[in-house]
């Protein structure tokens, strides 16, 4: 017989419990909003029970809802601590390396693979939200991580590894496109794709505090999460889009990307996390000891 209760599901419920709004527990969990309520439907299908009583003003526990979520906080709890302590074992002879996907690092990613595997070391890697990755490298699920700084990192150890100055990703039919740099002036009147807070609070105040004294103020467009679903949509002309330099490794037909005046006033600084000042892993990713 089926487990009702799995895994997928039950984080699936606690972030919309936790959120009480299936739009923000779908961008926390970095999946569109159809296929969460399709999950939260099949899990209360199959308990035969409602967990959420949703309505115009909102989502909010019911008493099964309440029940349930002390106890799947506490499963996923175990099931965290399992994985970290088994994969915490001596003799292992990976590095669970978390990337930002603030900036494009595909060929960082193959080179560190390679270089590792010179040194006898397998490297896996995953990809999300710096804020994520910090969470995910406190818990011991991942062994180091690639953040965008600013990010909250109080008790890790973070290493500067560069800067990357803002470009503009712009349509090549664009009449702005014929200028050789363009700067926030001349963008004022555009859409602008950007980020939701939530994903990376820091570094999204910072970069308003910039907007704020430049007196920038597009008509701001919600940025899709897919780097490549992203260059479609600025291809089309659906909006501009603001992006660290090294998005311009990717290739777009219908893409062009100029120098931002301002852009160095917007750099996000790429940093390495570990817990503590772990020179076996600087090592194995090419990294000088300090």
């Known amino acids: 017989m089926r487990n009702r209760l799995d895994s997928r599901s039950l984080v699936a419920f606690v972030a919309v419990a936790e959120s009480l709004s299936f739009r923000q527990a779908a961008e926390v969990l970095h999946v569109s909003q159809p296929p969460l309520s399709r999950t939260i439907k099949e899990l209360e299908l199959r308990l035969g029970v409602s967990l959420f009583d949703r309505d115009k003003r909102g989502v909010k526990l019911t008493a099964a809802g309440e029940l349930l979520l002390p106890k ?165 002309g659906k909006a501009i889009a603001l992006l660290p330099r090294s998005f311009d490794l990717l290739k777009r037909a219908g893409v062009v990307y100029r120098p931002l005046r301002e852009g160095t006033e917007l750099a996000v600084t790429v940093g390495l996390a570990t817990r503590g000042d772990r020179p076996d892993i600087r090592k194995a990713l090419g990294m000088r000891s300090t």
């Not at 002879?93 to 590792?116: H, Q």
């Not at 994520?132 to 973070?158: F, K, M």
């Not at 800067?163 to 740099?181: D, E, F, G, Y």
């Not at 807070?197 to 597009?218: G, L």
Request: glycine content about 4%; hydrophobic content about 45%; some cysteine.
């Open 72 to 236: 799947a906080r506490r499963i996923l709890r175990l099931m965290q601590d399992a994985e970290a302590q088994l994969l915490a074992l001596p003799g292992r002879n990976e590095i669970r390396l978390g990337i930002t996907n603030a900036v494009e690092y595909g060929k960082l990613t193959k080179t560190l693979v390679r270089g590792a595997k010179k040194l006898g070391t397998i490297i896996s890697t995953v990809s999300d939200s710096s804020p994520r990755l910090v969470r995910e490298l406190r818990a011991n699920r991942i062994d180091a991580a690639y953040i965008a700084l600013p990010t909250e990192s109080a008790g890790l150890h973070v290493s500067p590894i560069e800067r990357q100055a803002m470009v503009v990703a712009i349509a090549t039919a664009n009449p702005l496109a014929r200028s050789k740099q363009l700067s926030l002036a001349k963008l004022n009147g555009e859409p602008v794709f950007w980020f939701e807070r939530a994903r990376q609070p820091a570094f999204f105040d910072h970069c308003r505090k910039v907007f704020a004294r430049h007196r920038f103020s597009p008509r701001w467009v919600k940025e899709p999460l897919d780097h490549q679903v992203l260059l479609a949509e600025v291809a089309a």
